[in-house]
């Protein structure tokens, strides 16, 4: 079994992704302070990863 899963790991390409869900975040009103941290986290991820972040707001 172990064995099994560690060919599996080695062949089958896996992709991630991150969602964080604001619903008090308005898309249209948005602080650039508060746009900071998504900013920097979705870099970290991005170029360490090469994991995508996604964040979702209010309209």
């Known amino acids: 079994m172990i064995k ?3 060919v599996v790991k080695n062949e089958i390409p896996v992709e991630y992704e991150i969602f964080i869900v604001q ?7 948005a602080p650039t302070d508060i746009l900071t941290l998504p900013g920097v986290t979705e870099t970290y991820t991005k170029e ?4 995508n972040l996604n964040v979702i707001a209010s309209a």
């Open 4 to 6: 099994l899963l560690n």
């Open 23 to 29: 619903h008090g975040l308005s898309k249209a009103n």
């Open 48 to 51: 360490f990863a090469d994991i």
